[in-house]
Structure formats: structure tokens, C-alpha cells
């Protein structure tokens, strides 16, 4: 049987091609999906600017929950105790402890000597903003001590002074010392002198701008710990007694300290885990419906062998290796493949900010062993089922299932169809009654329920959706050639599930996460800036708003309501929010009347020093009130005791905690607000502040987007490589099922028919397999969609640009009629009679 199998490889070749290329793309994509999860194991990023310290001391990157599981890596940067470097000077084995800060600093526009040769690089957090070419963008600004980090030699000039910088070669382009450079410094434009040029010692992507430290701030973000002599850096970081809420961190976990994002694991396990979990379902139906066409059509082969004395066993057994052994060559090209996938996923992540640059791709071995056990195991089952059938019945009942395949489906089958479809119901019914955060999470899967049942039960919703309404307009339309079409729809509902799984997968995938993620998108910024008074926004693109321009703009003609806006997040511990553990809290910072949710008890009017304004439900979910004092764990890691003096609502599923502005801007990485509200009837002028720009009400929802934009980012990345794979299996399989009819085509054409009329036979068949497909996976993109815009928007109907359905539709045309004209073709290429005699496949 093992011969036997090799030889028929020969005269099944568009068969087995069609799952040498299923098996190929789904091996490497889960191989790439595996090193996704092992770089967020491993969370390797080398440190650029910090990479001479052998050791970084900083405060914890990321939040664990007191009473809770899980990490998040906190929003912002947060400081260690000055007195700390001191303290770690005086350590055995300590030869020098270096402080570092970090604050927003960027040379101005235009008025920087050789400003034409400043270079575009990348921000703090990897996420690759340009820098400096347009002389606006946020660059980090350090004090010179901190040069030894890196190392930065001189290469002109001197260390500064008070009232003097020293500018990063790339940023200096034709200035030499003693020039007048004007540097926005924590938004405010303030003219030094330039004292000197450096030039980093090694791989650094942002350029930086040194200070005296008598022109920093008084705090200190990291201590870079350089041991003596002699001393393992590894072994000096475990002796160092350092305070609670502050790490030492060696080798490649150094990154964390410079790169923002790099702190906690759970985005990329996250994304790794449903990527990996999509792919597998996906290869499970795609390899499944390519397996159980191309082993269907061969029953007559099966049945003759079985009626010249194979065993049931021996027919499994040739069915089995042969395709194995096509699976085999494939998934070792897959995995081949899969390094290539890997680096390319994770290169389209890093570019778009999905992850930070810095991050490190890690793939090893595992990622590789766990994908060729996994495709093998969905392999071995997809074939066993397919090749089961086959090898069980009698010979002659056989040879008669040969001549016109039976629509028959299990009972195991149908109960299986029938839980999933059941799961899918019950998937989007309780997705309606979820929160806004959780009902993505909860509501996404029923694509993947309802695609599989569907899969399970693919005859059976063939021939029901061929109603007598459908089929009798096809044969009004179409006349003989369509009778034909609904003939053979009915008689070859099993092959014809074969190409319409794809389809359906396709569609509900790719519309089920882009309508989701429009919808979820569309929602959480009307809460947002719906909430919010503002005709005009003031924003900054150089760190912060600069001190002085709110009271300024406030005080302007024109201008009835004003405030400044900072956006961060955090916890409440005291007493502990069990409904915001690893999640955090939206916190605003406000300070003035543009906020518009209802004051259910207290006045806003007092949010002022240290209070904060709750949403009832969380304060009768903590039982307190007004005049009680609560904790709450800001973005920096402080905690703070603020005490309420307001209940506010605001959208449900989307509500925010307020705080002072003033009390929440001094707890973020800038320190500064990032925008200003105003309700005017006037324009603003803000030519006396450069670094600033003014706009209308579309700003704030063009930042808050921003910020949503990865995990739409993310859905869209698993929906395109999702629609990719399904595509090239919707190929493979029109492929495989027109030319396996040539038989077929000959007996048509020797009995009068034309090519013509053969193919416009053809068309139709597909066209009508096309729209079922295109309908059901609508229909199962619905159990998720329309479950998730009730939870997140209150109405059934979602948000999204039509264009992408009416895209997708055109989309599916030009994938199918023009492999059906092809293969079409080909079918028909030999004489009726050479046709009727050749062996199919």
C-alpha cells in the first residue's frame, strides 16, 4: 500500500498540491505565531542609551495587583529616591552609581544653526515618531552626567553649563560651539548656548540633548551601577538592598528601563495566543475541507481497490501515507518558511507600534516543535475522518457512492455541527449583556463557533439554502444550463462544501473583526469626547503645554469655558477595586467646567489639590461617598489619598475617575498637561508659543484614536493573514473540484453541449456557492458584531465604512471567476472522448 500511495501522488497532483500549500502556510504561520509567544516570554531589548551600566536601578515597570493576578506595564515613568545614588555608591563592589533623567526637550523649528542636517529617529518608547525632523517632535532631554551611560564622547567643544547644552551630533548639523540654539524644554522655548557636540559610542536611535544639572529636574528616573572590578554584575545586582517598588535590572532586561511597553508580557502572550489560536482553527477547516475533497473524489479508485480484496485497513493505510507524506515534505518547507513569516509579522508589529521597536524576536526551537506537533495532530485527525468513510462501506455500495456521492452526515457530525451552532447563539446572546471591555473578549469567538459549525454541516446548509424560490429563479435565468447548475449543487453538496468553507471563513473572519473593531473604536471615542466641552483644542507636539499659556488663552476675548486636560491611568487601593485589577482606570485631570456627565452628589467646583471625582457605581461598589478618602495608585507607581468630592457620571461601560489636573499632570512622564479645552467664539493666537498647535473638536478624538489604534492594528493584522491563507485554500480548492469533472465536461460536450455552455454551467454553480458563503459569513460575523455594538453602543446596528463589505463582496468575485474560467478551461482543453477516458485529478 505504501507503493501504491507513492505512485498515485503522480495522477493526483492539483489535489495534492492544494494541501502541500494549506499545510505550507499554516506550519509557518504557527511556527511565526510561537515566536511571537516566545519573544513575549522572553521580553529580550537591548538597551541603547543605558547600555554601558552594567546594572539599571529604576522603580518597578509594571503594576501587580495586591489582590489580583496578571501585570500591566505602567503608563508612565516613574522616579527612584535621589538619596538611592548615594546609597548605592557606598555598596562593596560599587565603583560608580550615575543618575539619569529624562524630560521632553526638542530643538526648536528654524532657529538651530544648520538645522538641515538634523536626522528623523525614533521616540522614547520605540514607537519610531520622527524626532527631530521637523524640529517639533518630543526629543529626550538628559543631564550631561548621564552621557557615561551610553557611553557619549565630546567631539567638539565642552561639557555645559548653567544656560548651556550639548547637542547629539545628528542634531547639531552645522552649529559648533558658542552658537545660540533655541531649545523647547518641557514646552517652554528657552535660548542656550551651545557648548559642545557628542557623538554616541554606540547604536542609539534617538538623538539627545544634554544640560547642565542645574537646568534638569530634581528628580531621578534610573541609577546606572557600574561594578569594580572583578565584580559579576548579576551577582552585585542580587546584593543590593534596594527599597520596596524599586528592581536592578541586568543583561537584556536593561531595556525595560529605557524602552516604554517592555515591562510585561501579557500584550504579546495575548496576541500570540489568539493569532496561534486562529491559525489552528483556520488550518483545521481549510486543511480538512482541501483532505476530505480530494479523498471524496477519489472513491471510485477507493471503491475498486475494496472490490479487488483491499481491506478497509489497507485502503486507510494508503490514504493515510499518501497524504502524509505530502504533509510531511510541506510542513518541513512551512517551518523553513516559518522563520521568514516570523520576522515579517513581527516587523509590520514593531513599525506600526503594536510593539516597541527595541523588542527582540526571539525564536527558537520550541516555537518550531510545537507547530509540527500541532499541524500533525490536525493532520492525523482531518485525514483519519476523511479516509474513515471511504475504507468502511462495502464494495458495491462503493462503486454505486462513486457514481453519485451520497449527502449524507453522521451523527456524530451533525451533533457536533449543533453544539457549536448552539455555542454560537449563546456566545452572542450573552455578549449583549457584557460591559464595553469585556464584550470583545467574550463576543469575538462566536466568529470562529459560527464558522465551524458551519464547516460540520456544510451539505445540509447547501441544500437547504437551495431553496424552490433560489432554484427556481436560476432555471428561469439560466434555462438549461441552469437546471444543470442546480442539479449538480444538490447531487455534489459535499464537494461544493469543500470550496464554500473557505469562503465563509474568509468572510467571517475578515468582516467579523473589522466591523467589531469600527464598532468598539466608534463607541469608546463618542464616550469619550461626548463628555467633554470643547469647541477648540489647544495640543502640544513638544512634550507638554508650556507654563503660562492656560492662564493666557482662558483669559482671551471670546473664551466662556476653559481647562487643562491630562489623560493617564491608574488603581484604587484603599479601599481595593476588585473590578479594575490588572485593567486600569481612565483617570482625567481637569481644571476647569468643560466636563458634562451628571454631578450626582457634590460639586465639581471643589475638584481642586488633592480630591477626585468618582462614577456612582464604583463608589457604592467601594462604599464611600463624599468627604471619604480613598488611595488611589497613579500611572508613576505614588500613591496617592485624595478625598471625594463629587459623583459624576459618565457613558456606561467608559466612565473616568477625575482628579486636579495640576495633581494628575505631576505624576506623568511630561509633567506638563497635553491639552487645553476651550469653549470660544474667537480663533486663539498662539504665535508667542511655538510648539503648539490649535484645532477643532477633532483633535480629541484624533488622540484618544491613537491610542486605540494598536488593538485595532492587531485584529486587522490576524484578520488580513486569516483572509490570506482562506483565499489562497479557496483557490486550491476551485482548483481541485472543476478539474476532477472532466469526465463530466467530456460526457456534456459528446451530448450536444458547448464549451460555452459548460463553462456558463460552471460560473453559475460557483457564483451560487460564492453568495452562500458570502451569507453565511455575514451571518456568523453578525453573532459577533451585532452582540458587541448593543454592549458597547446601546443599538444593534454597528460602525464602519460601507465599502469594506461592498470591497469584500468584489473581492470574492475576482478570487472565484477567474480560478473557475481557469481551471474551466483546463478541464476542457482535451477532446470529449480523450476526456472521458483519462484518469481524473
Known amino acids: 500500500m505504501i507503493r501504491l500511495a507513492l505512485s498515485s501522488l503522480r495522477f493526483r497532483t492539483a489535489a495534492f498540491l492544494a494541501i502541500f500549500v494549506a499545510v505550507l502556510l499554516g506550519s509557518s504561520l504557527m511556527s511565526a505565531a510561537g515566536g511571537l509567544l516566545e ?45 538611592l545614588v548615594a546609597k548605592l555608591a557606598g555598596v562593596g563592589g560599587v565603583a560608580q552609581a550615575i543618575p539619569d533623567v529624562s524630560f521632553p526637550a526638542a530643538l526648536a523649528s528654524g532657529v ?167 491559525v489552528a482553527v483556520v488550518m483545521a477547516l481549510v486543511v480538512s475541507a482541501t483532505i476530505g475533497l480530494s479523498v471524496r473524489q477519489r472513491r471510485r479508485e477507493l471503491a475498486l481497490l475494496r472490490a479487488s480484496g483491499a481491506t478497509p485497513g489497507q485502503v486507510r493505510k494508503m490514504v493515510v501515507a499518501e497524504t502524509m507524506l505530502v504533509a510531511i515534505i510541506a510542513l518541513a518547507a512551512g517551518l523553513l518558511l516559518g522563520r521568514t513569516m516570523g520576522h515579517w509579522i513581527f516587523g509590520m508589529l514593531s513599525g506600526n507600534g503594536v510593539v516597541p521597536a527595541a523588542l527582540r524576536f526571539d525564536q527558537g526551537p520550541l516555537p518550531f516543535a510545537g507547530a509540527a506537533v500541532l499541524t500533525l495532530v490536525i493532520l492525523r485527525l482531518t485525514v483519519g475522518f476523511a479516509a ?37 447563539v449563546g456566545v452572542g446572546v450573552s455578549t449583549i449583556f457584557m460591559s464595553p471591555t469585556n464584550a470583545a473578549a467574550i463576543g469575538g469567538p462566536a466568529v470562529l463557533t459560527g464558522s465551524i459549525a458551519v464547516a460540520v454541516l456544510g451539505p445540509l446548509v447547501i441544500r437547504a439554502m437551495l431553496t424552490s424560490r433560489v432554484t427556481g429563479f436560476l432555471e428561469r435565468r439560466a434555462g438549461t444550463n441552469g437546471v444543470l447548475a442546480v442539479i449538480n449543487l444538490r447531487v455534489r453538496a459535499v464537494q461544493f462544501a469543500a470550496i464554500l468553507v473557505p469562503i465563509m471563513l474568509a468572510t467571517a473572519i475578515a468582516l467579523g473583526n473589522i466591523y467589531s473593531q469600527t464598532t468598539q473604536q466608534k463607541a469608546a471615542v463618542e464616550a469619550y469626547t461626548d463628555n467633554l466641552i470643547a469647541n477648540t483644542v489647544i495640543t502640544s507636539e513638544t512634550g507638554g ?124 512622564t511630561a509633567g506638563l498637561p497635553s491639552q487645553i479645552l476651550l469653549k470660544t467664539s474667537k480663533p486663539v493666537d498662539l504665535q508667542k508659543w511655538p510648539g503648539t498647535t490649535v484645532g477643532g473638536r ?122 473557475t474560467g481557469i481551471a474551466g478551461r483546463l478541464a476542457m482543453r482535451a477532446k470529449p472522448m480523450d476526456a472521458v477516458n483519462s484518469p481524473a485529478g
Request: charged content about 15%; overall charge neutral; some cysteine.
Open 545 to 668: 503645554i508650556p507654563a503660562g499659556l492656560f492662564d493666557e488663552v482662558r483669559s482671551a476675548p471670546g473664551v466662556t469655558a476653559a481647562s487643562e486636560l491630562v489623560r493617564s491611568k491608574g488603581w484604587i487601593e484603599e479601599p481595593y477595586d476588585t473590578t479594575h485589577t490588572s485593567d486600569p482606570w481612565p483617570l482625567l485631570g481637569l481644571n476647569g467646567p468643560v466636563y458634562k456627565g451628571k454631578v450626582r452628589a457634590g460639586s465639581l467646583d471643589q475638584l481642586t489639590g488633592e480630591t477626585v471625582a468618582l462614577p456612582p457605581g464604583a463608589a457604592k461598589h467601594l462604599k464611600v461617598g463624599v468627604g471619604d478618602q480613598i488611595g488611589v495608585r497613579l500611572g508613576d507607581d505614588a500613591l496617592i489619598k485624595v478625598k471625594i468630592v463629587a459623583l459624576v457620571d459618565g457613558t456606561s461601560g467608559y466612565e473616568s475617575i477625575l482628579l486636579p489636573s495640576a495633581l494628575l499632570a505631576a505624576h506623568t
Open 388 to 424: 474513515g468513510r471511504a475504507a468502511k462501506i462495502r464494495p458495491i455500495q462503493a462503486l454505486t457512492e462513486a457514481a453519485v456521492p451520497p449527502v449524507v452526515i453522521g451523527r456524530v457530525r451533525l451533533i457536533i455541527g449543533a453544539v457549536f451552532a448552539a455555542a454560537t
Open 698 to 819: 477633532s483633535l480629541l478624538s484624533a488622540e484618544y484614536d491613537a491610542g486605540l489604534g494598536i488593538d485595532a492594528w492587531i485584529a486587522y493584522l490576524l484578520a488580513a493573514i486569516a483572509i490570506a491563507y482562506t483565499a489562497i485554500a479557496s483557490i486550491n480548492t476551485i482548483a481541485v473540484a472543476v478539474l476532477d469533472r472532466r469526465r463530466e465536461f467530456g460526457l456534456q460536450r459528446l451530448t450536444g453541449s458547448t464549451r460555452k455552455q459548460v463553462s456558463k454551467m460552471l460560473y453559475l454553480e460557483n457564483l451560487v456557492i460564492a453568495a452562500l458563503g458570502l451569507v453565511l459569513g455575514l451571518v456568523a460575523a453578525c453573532f459577533s458584531v451585532f452582540p458587541i455594538a448593543i454592549a458597547t453602543r446601546g443599538w444593534p446596528l454597528p460602525s464602519g465604512p460601507i465599502w469594506v463589505l461592498l470591497g469584500w463582496i468584489v473581492l470574492v468575485l475576482l478570487l472565484v471567476l477567474p480560478v
Open 112 to 278: 538651530a544653526p544648520g538645522e538641515e542636517g538634523v536626522a528623523s529617529g525614533k521616540d522614547s518608547d520605540g514607537s519610531g515618531k520622527d524626532s527631530a525632523g521637523s524640529g517639533n517632535a518630543v526629543l529626550a532631554g538628559h543631564a550631561w552626567a548621564s552621557a557615561a551611560l551610553t557611553p557619549y564622547k565630546l567631539i567638539s567643544g565642552t561639557a555645559p553649563a548653567a544656560g548651556q547644552v550639548v547637542l547629539d551630533g545628528r542634531l547639531a548639523g552645522n552649529a559648533k560651539p558658542g552658537d545660540k540654539v533655541t531649545v523647547i524644554v518641557s514646552g517652554t522655548a528657552r535660548e542656550f548656548v551651545l557648548a559642545g557636540v557628542a557623538s554616541a559610542q554606540r547604536g542609539v536611535d534617538v538623538p539627545s540633548i544634554f544640560f547642565a544639572a542645574a537646568d534638569t529636574p530634581a528628580r531621578v528616573d534610573a541609577i546606572g551601577v557600574f561594578p569594580a572590578a572583578g565584580v559579576i554584575a548579576a551577582d552585585l545586582a542580587k546584593r543590593l538592598q534596594l527599597p520596596e517598588g524599586v528592581t536592578a535590572l541586568t543583561g537584556d532586561d536593561r531595556g525595560a528601563a529605557e524602552f516604554a511597553g517592555i515591562a510585561t508580557s501579557l500584550p504579546l502572550i495575548i496576541l500570540s495566543g489568539v493569532f496561534g489560536g486562529m
Open 39 to 83: 519573544t513575549g516570554l522572553r521580553l529580550n531589548a537591548a538597551p541603547q542609551r543605558l547600555a554601558a551600566a552594567p546594572i539599571i536601578v529604576i522603580g518597578r515597570p509594571a503594576y501587580h495587583p495586591p489582590n489580583g493576578s496578571g501585570s500591566v506595564a505602567y503608563p508612565e515613568r516613574h522616579g527612584v529616591d535621589p538619596a
